[in-house]
C-alpha cells in the first residue's frame, strides 16, 4: 500500500506565496515519476507539475516562471513551491506518484488566493 500526504495549502493573498509538500510512504519501489495536479471547482483536473527521478522537469504554460517542483528522493518527498500567486491558481491540489506498479494520488490540499 502507499501513502501520500499533502501539506502546505491555505488562504492567500493575490501575489503570495505557499509552498506544497507531499511525502510518500509504504511500498514505494521504483518512483518514475512524482508530480502535482489541480482540480478547479467546474474544471477537470490538470497538470500542474512534474519531475522525473532523474530531476526532469515539466510544468503548464500557466505556471511556468512561478512555480518551481523538486524532489528529495531520500525522503520520496515532493515539493511545489508557488510564487506570484493569482487567483486563477484556486484549486485543490494533488500530489501524484507514477511508478511501474502503479499510479497513486493524495487526498488533495486546498489553495485559495483571495484578498
Known amino acids: 500500500q502507499v501513502h501520500l500526504v499533502e501539506s502546505g495549502g491555505g488562504l492567500v493573498q493575490p501575489g503570495g506565496s505557499l509552498r506544497l509538500s507531499c511525502a510518500a510512504s509504504?511500498?514505494?519501489?521504483?518512483?518514475?515519476?512524482m508530480g502535482w495536479y489541480r482540480e478547479a471547482p467546474g474544471n477537470q483536473r490538470e497538470l500542474v507539475a512534474t519531475?522525473?527521478?532523474?530531476?526532469?522537469?515539466n510544468y503548464a504554460d500557466s505556471v511556468k516562471g512561478r512555480f518551481t517542483i523538486s524532489r528529495d528522493n531520500a525522503k520520496n518527498t515532493v515539493y511545489l513551491q508557488m510564487n506570484s500567486l493569482k487567483p486563477e491558481d484556486t484549486a485543490v491540489y494533488y500530489c501524484?506518484?507514477?511508478?511501474?506498479?502503479?499510479?497513486?494520488w493524495g487526498q488533495g490540499t486546498q489553495v485559495t488566493v483571495s484578498s
Open positions: 501524484n506518484l507514477f511508478m511501474l506498479r502503479g499510479n497513486y
Open positions: 519531475i522525473t527521478s532523474d530531476g526532469n522537469t
Open positions: 509504504g511500498s514505494i519501489f521504483t518512483i518514475l515519476r
